[in-house]
């Protein structure tokens, strides 16, 4: 593992919050193990191995029913551990992958069979090499077929630039963790404004309400400043936000995020139990498991 990097939480809290039944953690992942699903050589960090076993073994803790398990960089296209994670989940996961773009339909046929829905297009340029937007676009035509989704993975200041690329994409889109605003520009600011007139012009995206600690500067527990953002998000588009905790929360450099605090934040951006249940239970399970 990276010296640089936080290892999850060894002992998150038990939620105040009762999430109500059927509740699906729609962004969390899994990694390794290593001496059995080896990270890709060209990665960015190396995580500390977060298997399966202990994914759904915190599900359970924390009063949660489903996962959405998505593909991280540090495996690469090798969907190996993801697809070993959604056969062993009794159907009780699905997830996001990563491929190649001459990934076969044969390949991308046993990828659904497993449970796979969507692919993973990253932006994020600490976190990966560039690709062109026309490779991902081909891609994204390849999984039409299949009614997968494309996850778009960017931050905040990047969004102008990636507009006519998200409007050429043939597949609903969901936006990972927000569209990573800034907490210090506030959500009147020109960059969270886009992303909210993206939703508005768009019935296509969605947005993930997730990862008030990736980007929070006042910090836990209660990630005060990222209220108002995910807040915005789940009373504007109630029918296209997702919840998720992140877990094993890879490349966090100032503390292991509590997951149990992490479930005690969605009643501050989703205050009413309809919100609740449209997020937490309604919308994931229409765009995963219908």
């Not at 993975?153 to 998200?166: V, W």
């Not at 020109?190 to 007139?197: H, K």
């Not at 995206?205 to 500067?217: A, D």
Request: charged share 25%.
């Amino acid at each position: 593992m990276d010296p640089n990097y936080i290892p999850f939480h060894p002992n998150p809290s038990r939620p105040h919050f009762r999430a109500p039944p059927g509740t699906v953690d729609a962004h969390c992942h899994v990694f390794g193990p290593a001496e059995r699903f080896p990270y890709a050589p060209g990665r960015k960090y190396t995580p500390s191995d977060a298997p399966k076993e202990k994914l759904f073994a915190l599900r359970d803790f924390l009063g949660l029913s489903r996962n959405v398990i998505v593909q991280a960089t540090c495996h690469g296209n090798d969907n190996r551990a993801l697809v070993d994670a959604l056969q062993a989940s009794n159907g009780l996961a699905r997830g996001i992958a990563s491929v190649s773009p001459d990934i076969g339909d044969a390949e991308l046929d046993a990828l659904h069979e497993a449970g796979v829905r969507g692919v993973r297009f990253n932006f994020v340029k600490r976190l990966v090499d560039a690709t062109p937007p026309e490779v991902f676009l081909g891609t994204a035509r390849r999984i039409a077929r299949l009614g997968w989704h494309s996850v778009v993975y960017f931050e905040a200041a990047d969004l102008a630039g990636l507009l006519p690329f998200l409007a050429e994409l043939p597949t609903l889109i969901v936006v990972d963790h927000m569209g990573r605003p800034d907490p210090a520009k506030g959500v009147d600011h020109a960059d969270f404004r886009r992303f909210l007139d993206l939703m508005e012009r768009n019935d296509r995206v969605w947005s993930k309400v997730t990862c008030p600690e990736r980007f929070s500067l006042t910090g836990p527990p209660g990630y005060d400043d990222v209220v108002p953002f995910g807040r915005c998000l789940v009373e504007r588009f109630p029918d296209r936000v997702l919840w998720g905790t992140d877990w094993p929360h890879p490349n966090m450099t100032t503390h292991a995020p509590d997951d149990g605090g992490l479930v005690d934040f969605i009643p501050r951006i989703a205050p009413t139990a309809a919100l609740q249940q449209a997020l937490l239970v309604d919308n994931p399970m229409r765009l995963y498991w219908s």
